[in-house]
């Protein structure tokens, strides 16, 4: 949603010195390798020409759909070999542009990789295409008694591709962790069109981390063609709490005080009172609207176990003025109380005609101090705003509301969200906890990070790609950028861009 | 909090290092002197030691934020005071043990099945880079997608990539009880009997040797009692987790080999000294053979985790050797974070 992107983003770096490149026959040597599966008329190109970031819309130069393996190196290679940008899509459901595609770029779409190709129940792994969305593959095992546990919302859609990708979270990482935790290996295409392999069946490979490094790298490295994710028993016993409070302060406390006394939720929310009270007038989940703040709290694992555990969250909640406290057991009851949760988002934009969803984490112990001070920024802008946290990671989603009919406001809500990201950094958090940079928060990457620190993450994406050939323009700002954005972070007395004139 | 802030001197000394082109090797207390190949003796050591003591622990929080130079035995005693522990159970193995060290060898303990590595609960880490600047990445949060995960990267990289100077890390609660339980069982079929109980079972560690499946439960009195009956054999010592950790029972040995295999896999079953990690690593005493030739065409590595050292040769490969591919990203990796080559040269690979 911030559209401060023109000129870089735009970049025709790729059209320079290229006299041998006749834009035509290269549709044609794509099409050769994809057959009917290219995409380069208009209409058709305008589906996708934005990713879950739909204020940030661009045309792709072209789209391939490939179906295999060879396919995707062919391409990239000859994408190598005439330096034309690749963006690689998966479902698109992205939140911070990082499938937005290139004007001049090939779009690669992965939809056509949607196949789970093994399960093995001995080491609990499932072998998957990139394609095949999160939800796909706990629907496939289920049988077995299996799951895959990071769930981000959009689970039902969001391809596994661009969960690696992103590192996507969801309610249920303060136990589970997010999906780095949770791929035990990959196959990748490099930007020269050769495949590889990071990561093994076994806990552990030779080498760094580079099984680490691809997560979350947003396209930037390598394309993934493969997705060997890790598999879990679904729990014997699941049970949801849900608690409203008085205030923020004493839901936050009870948060603290549900860590400190050994147990670990499987999901721990908070929500506050404008978010429950579109969540309850939406979904009508049950949830007390004259409250401040309101926790749920959900507890896996062994029977025996989380009686014990539930006992000690009982008399924590109760410790902290819990008001309104109820304990869902039965899977439809349990979810009734997530359903409110979930439907957040669409419940909030019942409520006002745009909004702006941040993704900061902070330490929990600032949520607080947080909180008012975005209560203040909200008077400060004249701004409505909600807010639903993952309060057992930090991960805190404020919901800016807007009309963008009202000339100015919407950017007025961008300046009051990068205010929020901003104050993020500040107590010690970071400005995406999981939907990640792509082109929405590059510039706050610049508030973030100082310059030989972004420097360095551009060493590493050269490492990778030294053409610059994937994904460019996303995920890390140019020094220049940074400049022109006049945020550069500047810590233990580094000089102020000393190397701006290697970009 | 005891704190001993060296990052000036440290930085100093990398600076220095880099305008005189003269290699350091990165030192905690060198209780994993052995790990990777040995430096060469005429290198400088640049002791990391002295950069100590906790920055911030907030047991609600679940993050610790330590030195490098940390004891990892003053870490486990103040997490415990606090209910709470490192979840990857990395090895300590003369008690003087660094969490520098143990984020740079990235070597987990025995719970690594159950909880994961170290770099599954590795948050963020300040560096020291070989272009003679202090980094940081990551940070004292759990989830954070801003920029590469630098964090992760250098955990397990040897030193080769920069000095850490501080780290956060995720810590766990510690679970109310753990008991052992040993199960006489063959080397054939305790990867089954192990399988009968990866379904709600709180089980936080499971080794072969010597005719017995040993398994650890942790958790609360209840689980883990309902538990131990169903899986029955008989009580044992929690100690021997720590010795196998410590990699107590291969003492004598010459040449020990780790190897890495998905755990149902049926290599080296019969071969094996102790099969650990659930069936993850299979330990090899003194083979007479090439495990890699074994291992040959299957998903998995070989580590000589301890070796003769008189008698190294310059073909033997400690760490499994990469396809060229792969080498060739490390390598340009190892370019953009150590330029001029300083640090820990070829303690890993020995081309980087």
Known sequence: ?503 | MNSNDQSASLLAQVREAIEHHSPLVIEGCGSKKFYGYPPSPDLDRLDVSTHCGIIDYAPAELVLHVRAGTRLSEINQLLADNNQILPFEPPDFDTTATIGGVVASGLSGPRRPYAGSVRDFVLGVTLITGRGEILEFGGQVMKNVAGYDVSRLVTGSLGTLGIILDVSLKVLPAPEVEITRAIAVSCQEFQSRLQSMQRNMPLSAAAYQDGFLRVRLSGSETAVSAAEQKIGGEDTDNVYWGELNKLECFAGVKNLWRVSVAPASKLFLEDAAVIGWGGGIRWLADPEYDPRKVLAGEDGHATLVKYDKQNLSSETEIFQPLPDLLLGIHQKLKQQFDPAEIFNPGRMYRSI
């Open chain 1, 1 to 503: 949603m911030f559209f401060a992107h023109g000129p870089e983003f735009r970049s025709n770096i790729y059209s320079v010195d290229k006299q041998d490149f006749d834009k035509t026959d290269f549709v044609g040597r794509l099409s050769s390798i994809c057959g009917e599966n290219i995409i380069t008329d208009k209409p058709r190109l305008a589906v996708y020409e934005a990713d879950g970031l739909t204020a940030k819309k661009q045309l792709p130069w072209v789209v391939v759909l490939p179906s295999t393996i060879e396919q995707v190196q062919e391409i990239v290679r000859l994408c190598y070999q005439f330096e034309v940008p690749v963006v690689a899509r998966g479902a698109g459901t992205g939140l911070s542009g990082g499938a937005t595609p290139h004007a001049e770029g090939v779009l690669l779409s992965l939809a056509k990789f949607n196949h789970i190709l093994s399960v093995d129940t001995e080491n609990l792994l499932a072998r998957v295409e990139p394609g095949v969305t999160n939800l796909a593959i706990s629907e496939r095992v289920k049988d077995l008694g299996l799951y895959y546990a990071p769930d981000p919302s959009s689970q039902v859609a969001c391809s596994i591709g661009g969960n690696v990708a992103e590192n996507s979270g969801g309610v249920h990482c303060l136990k589970y962790g997010l999906t780095v935790h949770n791929v035990s290996k990959l196959k990748i295409v490099s930007p020269t069109g050769e495949l590889y392999e990071l990561g093994s069946e076994a806990f552990d490979s030779a080498g760094y981390d580079l099984l680490a490094l691809m997560h979350g790298s947003e396209g930037m490295l390598g394309i993934v063609v493969e997705v060997t994710v890790k598999l879990l028993p679904v729990p014997e016993a699941v049970c949801v709490v849900m608690a409203g409070f008085n205030s923020v302060e004493e839901a936050a406390t009870a948060v603290s005080d549900i860590i400190a006394a050994g147990i670990l939720p499987a999901g721990l929310e908070m929500m506050d009172k404008p978010a429950i009270r579109a969540a309850e007038a939406f979904v009508h989940a049950g949830y007390p609207t004259d409250a401040e703040a309101l926790l749920l709290c959900e507890l896996d694992g062994i029977e025996a176990e989380l009686e014990t555990q539930l006992a000690a969250l009982k008399k924590v909640l109760e410790n902290n003025g819990a008001i309104a406290v109820s304990v869902a057991h039965e899977s439809e009851h349990r979810a009734r109380l997530w359903l409110g949760r979930k439907a957040a988002f669409p419940a909030v934009g019942r409520i006002a005609p745009d909004y702006y969803c941040m993704d900061g984490t902070i330490p929990r112990r600032q949520l607080a101090s947080v909180l008012a001070r975005i209560s203040s920024l909200s008077e400060e802008f004249s701004l409505a705003v909600a807010n639903v946290f993952h309060a057992g990671d930090g991960n805190l989603h404020p919901l800016i509301l807007y009309d963008a009919n009202h000339p100015g406001e919407l950017k007025k809500a961008e300046q009051f969200g990068a205010k929020i990201l901003e104050l993020c950094i500040e107590v010690g958090g970071t400005i995406t906890g999981e939907h990640g940079v792509g082109i929405e928060k590059i510039d706050q990457m610049c508030v973030q990070f100082s310059a030989s620190e972004l420097t360095l993450f551009h060493g590493i994406k050269s490492a990778f790609d030294e053409k610059k050939i994937l994904n460019p323009g996303k995920a890390v700002p140019t020094l220049h950028r940074c400049a022109e954005f006049g945020a550069m972070h500047v810590h233990r007395g580094q000089e102020k861009f000393p190397e701006l004139d290697r970009f």
